[in-house]
């Protein structure tokens, strides 16, 4: 029996508001527990909550740049159960009246486009976090992250592989990067996402029985999960089994999901209106003027890198998927470097080097990689000094200037000079030479290697092949 995987992606996105969605505590990750938290954030008797405005605005840049429905009426709800990081013993979430209606991107997996409709994007406050002890059996509560603001991406079940998922994920993590509205950390639990998962006979309208899946924190662990849950379920349902609706963990050491608790529908949390909050009012009005501050998106930059740059379609994709790569790339360009050398060196050199904090940590400005760019351009250094140079200016961040300088590496591309060294070269191995003239060409590369010894890398290549070409009558 063949089956169709039916997905569903339930992201969690924290936004970059400096407090938090309900009061004036900071948001800043990294505070010693439970210091960022006052009466209101952990429900105290007799507060009352007051909405962040730049919560709502964040969530109106989402919805545009989704293509959603910006409802004009949205209203708070109460979200009931009990946890030992939900103080309030409710969380303050959106049910029935959310601010975001569907909408839908685009996303592409080997080679074909296909649409992925959104179900909601609703505003809510986080939990606390609770620290497990692993040397006593006690568990301790961080409060810190209760009350910061989230927007929840709820997707439509239209994901019909682990592939699909990722490049999902991947797209609404970029967009809201573009946006500057969340910093996109899935270590520090910034992006967070649940996946429901089910499968169901080819042919078969209605959906099987879905499981949950739960503490996916790279876009890796989370096609990982969906492909070992696939797998899962494939072999209990050809066994005659029957999938247990339940939420599983992912364990990421095993390699494999774990039970952690059957899984609960939406009507056992008793969601009502908050009574606390007003309902939200959004004017056309408000909806333009939040238009006029959208920066230019992937999918936009994309075209664009290909049309202004001339960039191939790989090129342009791999740069823009992430903002702060793409803004790397054109102020690279803007130093006055041909664009598709900058692209190389952006997608070989660099990415190679860069460590999980990506770019932001990188030592070498763009100014820095342009300059060094252009040395070659010019010959002042060859390319494989050029890679010898830059690892060096990521670990020091040094001009490449100063490099070359300090180590004298600068490209030998003196005809005289070079042609004394060839003429040795060409002397000492008399039998290569024999070999050369009689038609054995790949020699060259031997030659060439020779003098490159003998000038540790320094000589200008193009001008060496040039005189053993001549000296060696080919």
């Keep these: 029996m063949e089956f169709e995987t039916v997905i569903g992606l339930e992201i969690h996105a924290q936004l970059k508001t400096d407090t938090k969605i309900f009061c004036g505590c900071s948001t800043k990750f990294g505070a010693p527990p439970n210091s960022n938290t006052c009466p209101v954030c952990l429900g105290l008797p007799g507060v009352l909550p007051v909405l962040n405005k730049r919560v709502v605005e964040f969530a109106i840049k989402l919805g545009l740049a989704t293509h959603s429905v910006i409802n004009h009426f949205s209203q708070f709800a109460r979200k009931n159960y009990f946890y030992p990081d939900l103080p309030k013993g409710y969380q303050t979430s959106q049910f029935d009246l959310p601010i975001i209606g569907r909408g839908q991107i685009e996303i592409e997996v080997d080679g074909q486009i296909k649409s992925i409709g959104i179900t909601r994007i609703h505003m809510e406050e986080d939990a606390g976090k609770l620290m497990h002890d692993g040397m006593e059996p006690v568990s301790h509560v961080d409060l810190n992250r209760t009350g910061t603001p989230l927007l929840e991406i709820v997707s439509e079940p239209d994901i019909r592989s682990p592939e699909e998922a990722a490049a999902y994920l991947k797209k609404i993590h970029a967009i809201l990067r573009y946006l500057d509205i969340c910093d996109g950390n899935m270590q520090e639990g910034s992006f967070r996402c649940d996946a429901n998962i089910s499968l169901r006979p080819v042919g078969q309208e209605a959906f099987g029985t879905r499981t949950e899946l739960k503490n996916m924190n790279s876009f890796r662990h989370v096609q990982s999960a969906l492909e070992f849950e696939v797998r899962r379920q494939r072999d209990i349902l050809l066994d005659g089994g029957q999938i247990i609706q339940e939420t599983l963990l992912w364990n990421p050491d095993k390699n494999c999901s774990e039970s952690m608790r059957g899984k609960e529908d939406a009507h056992d949390y008793r969601y009502f209106p908050c009574p606390d909050l007003v309902p939200i009012e959004i004017s056309e009005q408000w909806i333009e003027e939040v238009r006029q501050t959208l920066p230019e998106l992937p999918d936009q930059r994309k075209i ?78 060859s390319g494989k000094i050029a890679k010898t140079v830059f690892l060096d200016m990521m670990a020091s961040g040094k001009d490449p200037e100063v490099i070359v300088k300090e180590k004298n590496l600068v490209q030998v591309s003196d005809a005289g000079e070079l042609l004394t060294l060839v003429r040795e070269i060409i002397a000492a191995n008399s039998a290569q030479a024999e070999e050369f003239r009689a038609g054995k060409t790949k020699l060259m590369g031997f030659f060439v290697g020779q003098l490159m010894q003998k000038t540790k890398g320094k000589a200008n290549p193009k001008l060496a092949n040039e005189l053993f070409s001549k000296e060696l009558g080919g």
């Design 304 to 381: 664009r890198f290909i049309n202004q740059y001339k960039l191939p379609e790989y090129d342009a994709v791999l740069l823009t998927a992430d903002r702060e790569v793409a803004d790397y790339f054109e102020e690279t360009v803007q130093g006055g470097v041909q664009a598709k050398k900058a692209s190389n060196w952006i997608m070989t050199e660099l990415m190679r080097e860069l460590t999980g904090d990506g770019i932001s940590s990188c030592k070498v400005s763009a100014s820095q990689l342009a300059a060094l760019l252009l040395m070659v351009e010019k010959n002042t250094i």
